[in-house]
Nanobody, 123 residues
Framework: QVQLVESGGGLVQAGGSLRLSCAASGRTFSSYAVGWFRQAPGKEREFVAVISWSGGSTYYPDSVKGRFTISRDNAKNTVYLQMNSLKPEDTAVYYC????????????????WGQGTQVTVSS
């Protein structure tokens, strides 16, 4: 079992930056791939980024590619999402999630979820 807690959300203006953190419990967290998802009001939860347990592989959808960067520090049991050039359409609740075995790109691929942190981008 993995426990996940997100932090770092807040209100920023369009074009600004924000870094989210996902802190995990357990010494075996480094064995899991970790992804970020977001959900805006009235919309389905969508994939944002994923990183392998080693940190050697990452993947992003076109909607955030070139603007967002996922990274991890296994010694701190923490995964980060650096968000630059933020747009109003990035406004959502952001969730981190964990899975074992390989990368995943869909909600149903993940076994553990945090409570989420609100990101609001004003125009």
């Amino acid at each position: 079992q993995v426990q996940l807690v997100e932090s770092g959300g807040g209100l920023v203006q369009a074009g600004g930056s924000l870094r989210l953190s996902c802190a995990a419990s357990g010494r075996t967290f480094s064995s899991y791939a970790v992804g970020w998802f977001r959900q805006a009001p009235g919309k389905e939860r969508e994939f944002v980024a994923v990183i392998s347990w080693s940190g050697g592989s990452t993947y992003y959808p076109d909607s955030v590619k070139g603007r967002f960067t996922i990274s991890r520090d296994n010694a701190k049991n923490t995964v980060y999402l650096q968000m630059n050039s933020l747009k109003p359409e990035d406004t959502a609740v952001y969730y981190c999630a964990a899975k074992n075995y390989g990368l995943g790109y869909h909600v149903d691929d993940y076994d553990y979820w945090g409570q989420g942190t609100q990101v609001t981008v004003s125009s």
